[in-house]
């Protein structure tokens, strides 16, 4: 029997963090440990634990309030002891704030690490630890343990010119901890690749390819409340062009701006209007800039983060989805598209080709020219834009959260030492 350590932490920090902690890998993990425990609960030789190592009180409560809607219910969560909410203020009074709360985490983690010596103790054979981000911090050795984390990307090795210090310090980190796992799960071809070329070392580990997928509520089917979610913004079914990201320079939406303008200066009104939709990130303020000084603004909405429902709906109703990313991992926002049934132009990363194949039509990110003649001809051409959507419609159907959760399963399992 094997015993899987599923740790959530990124979650639960999601759950309770600001907007931008619940894109990427926290709508991955999110989706993925709902499929593992369906597999799980299936099966009478693999059991699911799920570990929040490196959670506070509001963050596990949140957790498990979030659980509440799920359609199948994690047998055991794990986690170390948190103080009722009486003692921590007393503490906090007696202690002050900081060193309070540093006695706090000493605590949780030391009773976390004596539960997992205990379960790991009389553990059935082949325990896996497995972290959708990040390796929890000290935990306890243990010669049957196997460790495993997900490498969703290399973008602050990369670009690190488009990433804040704590991004550059995590990977740091993760440059001393890579070499002690047991296993290394990408996320596409092209991050496996990157993941090489910055630690040839880890070409003798084993290392897995598993896609992500995309939430049932992307579909193509049309909802009864699309069309009034729409209208909360001022929108109407195929009225507009929609992007979907963190506002960050990485995204490149700089590059959608100036191909937009040059796009609206050749057509005019007939120009759909443009939508940006997501969380603001660090250098949002200069795409705020750019936008005026092009002259855009009443063309450009930016939506903010936006709830799964809603995301839903904007794409269904767009005319197209445009995603001119410099670089990503998988690209999750190019499936969630196809798998709406809309057709697609995105930059011609490798990641996004892995996952569009041939159901997309394809520009050179740095190239505004080039971007604004291939948008100019899919908002023009309705032929072109059917067939486009039956093309991705057929690409989506291989990714979905059932396969890549088999395959996380198995690729831990395959690790017996």
């Keep these: 029997m094997s015993s899987f350590l599923f740790d959530a932490s990124v979650i639960a920090h999601g759950l309770t963090g600001q907007a931008l902690a619940r894109t990427g890998v926290y709508r991955y993990a999110n989706s993925l440990l709902r499929a ?46 948190v103080l009722p909410f009486r003692a921590s203020s007393w503490l906090q ?4 704030g900081r060193v309070a709360s540093g006695l706090e985490r000493r605590i949780q983690m030391a009773t976390l690490q004596y539960r997992l010596k205990e379960l790991l103790r009389i553990a059935p054979i082949d325990p896996v630890y497995f972290t959708p981000y990040d390796l929890a911090p000290r935990l306890p050795p243990s010669p049957c343990l196997r ?90 079914d195929k009225q507009y062009i929609l992007s979907v990201g963190t506002l960050e320079p ?16 050749r057509l005019g009104e007939a120009v759909p209007r443009l939508v940006l939709c997501g969380p603001a990130g660090w250098g949002g303020l200069a795409l705020q800039d750019q936008i005026r000084s092009l002259q855009l603004e009443g063309k450009v909405l930016l939506t903010g983060f936006v709830a799964n429902e809603v995301l839903a709906a904007l794409y269904r109703c767009a005319v197209c989805f445009v995603f001119p990313s410099l670089y990503e991992g998988f690209g999750l926002p190019v499936l969630e598209a196809i798998s ?62 059932e396969s890549s959760a088999r395959q996380t399963i198995a690729f831990a399992r395959s690790l017996r030492r």
């Excluded at 634990?49 to 509440?68: G, N």
């Excluded at 948008?375 to 309705?382: G, H, S």
Aim: glycine share 6%.
């Design 147 to 236: 460790r495993v984390i997900c490498i969703h990307d290399l973008i602050p090795v990369l670009f690190p010119e488009h990433c804040q210090s704590s991004s550059r310090e995590f990977f740091s980190r993760l440059q001393l901890q890579l070499p002690g796992v047991d296993g290394i799960i990408c996320v596409s071809n092209s991050t496996r690749d990157d993941l090489l070329r910055w630690l040839p070392q880890l070409d003798c580990k084993p290392i897995a390819v598993i896609p992500h997928a995309v939430d049932d509520c992307f579909s193509h089917g049309y909802c009864s409340q699309d069309l009034s979610l729409l209208a909360d913004f001022g929108l109407g």
């Design 250 to 265: 990485r995204k490149n939406l700089g590059t959608l701006l100036t191909a937009y303008a040059k796009l609206t200066g």
């Design 340 to 401: 709406s049934g809309t057709p697609v132009l995105s930059s011609n990363h490798p990641a996004m080709a892995e996952v569009l194949g041939e159901a997309a039509l394809t520009f050179n990110p740095l190239d505004a020219d080039q971007l604004s003649v291939q948008l100019e001809r899919i908002i023009q051409d309705q032929e072109l834009q059917q067939h486009l959507r039956l093309l991705g419609l057929d690409r989506a159907q291989q990714f979905s959260w």
């Design 36 to 81: 593992m425990a369906m597999e799980c609960s299936w099966s009478s030789d693999q059991s699911l634990i799920t570990l929040l190592p490196q959670v506070d009180r509001q963050q596990r409560l949140a957790f498990k309030s979030e659980l509440e809607s799920w359609p199948v219910r994690l047998p055991q969560i794990l986690g170390g002891a």
């Design 93 to 96: 009074r007696l202690l002050g």
